[in-house]
């Protein structure tokens, strides 16, 4: 490298930026008896000056000394920002999966194993710690100040009711009683309830249940009661046209019958053996062992016949992901509507938008047979006077349905925003029975054996299933 000066006609300064994490030489031209020779001596007593001691990038002052740049800022030092630390998080003690999903393979075979669905704890039992967030790598600004590490996102944690924290490790949180662990993911909530038994059935004894723990029925819950909690409930026996509202898992052994007029609403996922002429609300999955019959059912994940001859017919099942089964319909043609690839929560609004723009357009069909009517009287003002109102309301119609139809196509994208919903027969789907996938319909005119449906090219198709 020379002193030489290439660039004579040029004055250089410093510019300090981002928080003294950055510096540039600014040049600039200039008459040639007012430039100050910029050798790599000068160019350094300027950052001298400004104090840079730290992160100077030394083949940029070279450039500038052997004239090889053309801009008017030329970045010369640059800092060593400092660094976030590893995020804390939570150490758990007890499993925080509220069930096992039973594993689905491509030929539509079913494994599925029994779980445990309630975490019980004894006493001053260790729950969860909370692990502290790490203090990131320090940096170094230009004037080789030293700039501490930043520290991670401590993880959340809301310690509910029946716990408390260790008074020899503040992180360690551990039970009060003895019950049923709730953990809520959503706010980082960990509680423990006391598990809510019935030993025989809900009945005339019992009245309506309506607690805030888990529930375990020993036997029924009978006709016209009802069972409410924001937890688990685990009945042994069956739920006979009852009303079941369930936040978390519900779980019935013996089956689940009704007259069409009860709900069974819930969080999370159902377990039961049956389902017959019920209404069903599921916020997870549906694991039925072996039959759903004629009953009207709403899934926000997937619907599932656990058995290799389970069977669905009858009614209407919709699910956003997948239905799954062995068998679906009779060899009675009766109707069996089965739909997926829907987001479930958007459902009444779509409904209602597609209602309303319905409404509308009848409501101007109506309009065009009027305005043809008005056109067959005789010229005059009255005619003239009726055709104006008309037309008046026919145009505010007009921006009406158009407003409806961009809502609706705006609804509907968030409405079908569905990864490969599908449907999975792994024996035979009868006639009678009504594939939906993301609204396309395809009705079964003939009987299919292991059959998958899914839509392709906007349509509904359907390939043998393997295996």
């Known amino acids: 490298m020379s002193d030489e000066v290439k660039n004579i006609s040029k004055t250089a300064k410093v510019e300090i930026l ?36 730290y992160g100077i990038i030394e083949e940029a002052l070279n450039k500038i000394v052997n004239g090889e740049v053309d801009e008017e800022r030329v970045l010369v030092a640059e800092g060593k920002p400092p660094k976030v630390g590893e995020n804390g998080y939570l150490e758990y003690y007890f499993p925080t999966e509220k069930s096992l999903k039973p594993q689905i393979r491509e030929d539509g075979h079913v494994d599925y194993k029994e779980v445990n669905l309630v975490h019980s704890v004894e006493k001053d039992a260790p729950l969860l710690r909370r692990i502290p967030a790490a203090l990131g790598e320090s940096g170094t600004d230009i004037h080789g100040n030293l700039l ?86 685990d009945v042994r026996g069956a739920v006979e046209n009852a009303n079941i509202n369930c936040g978390g898992t519900l779980r019935v052994k013996d089956g689940i019958k009704g007259e069409g007029k009860a709900l069974i609403k819930v969080g999370e996922d159902l377990h039961t053996s049956y389902i017959a002429n019920e209404n069903v609300k599921c916020g997870g999955c549906i694991y039925v ?26 009614g209407r099942l919709t699910a956003t992901n997948k239905i799954i089964a062995a068998t679906i319909g009779n060899t009675y043609n009766v109707v069996t509507e089965i739909e997926v690839g829907i987001v479930m929560k958007y459902r009444e609004q779509f409904l209602k938008k597609k209602a309303e723009k319905a409404e509308t357009f009848r409501q101007m069909e109506e309009l065009k047979k009027k305005i043809s009517e008005i056109a067959q009287k005789p010229d005059g003002k009255a005619k003239n ?6 037309k008046d ?10 407003k409806l139809e961009k809502e609706v196509k705006e609804i509907e994208e968030a409405y079908y925003n569905v990864d490969k919903p599908v449907v999975v027969v792994s024996k035979t789907v009868y006639p009678g029975t009504i594939i939906t996938i993301k609204g396309k319909s395809f009705e079964v005119k003939e009987e299919l054996n292991r059959a998958v449906f899914s839509l392709v090219d906007n349509a509904v198709a359907y390939k043998a299933a393997k295996g």
């Open 18 to 53: 981002e928080k003294r994490m950055k510096a540039n030489i600014v040049l600039k031209d200039s008459e040639p008896d007012q430039a100050i020779p910029l050798t790599m001596a000068y160019l350094k007593s300027l950052l001298d000056t400004a104090d840079i001691k």
């Open 393 to 402: 309301i026919w145009q505010r119609n007009v921006s009406q349905l158009q």
């Open 289 to 314: 062992q072996n039959e759903i019959r004629n009953s009207n059912l709403e899934c926000e994940d997937e619907i599932t016949i656990v058995k290799t001859n389970g069977v669905i017919f009858g």
């Open 385 to 390: 006077l009726q055709l104006l109102t008309i």
């Open 148 to 233: 501490p590490g930043i520290r991670g996102k401590e993880a959340d944690l809301v310690a509910g009711s029946g716990t408390y924290r260790d008074q020899n490790d503040a992180q360690l949180i551990k039970s009060t009683i003895e019950g049923v662990v709730l953990f809520d993911s959503r706010t980082s909530t960990i509680e423990v309830q006391k598990l809510f038994m019935v030993h025989g059935s809900v009945d005339y004894s019992t009245g309506n249940i309506h607690v805030k723990s888990a529930v375990e029925i020993k036997e029924d819950v009978k006709p016209g009661f009802s069972v409410e909690t924001p937890y688990n409930i």
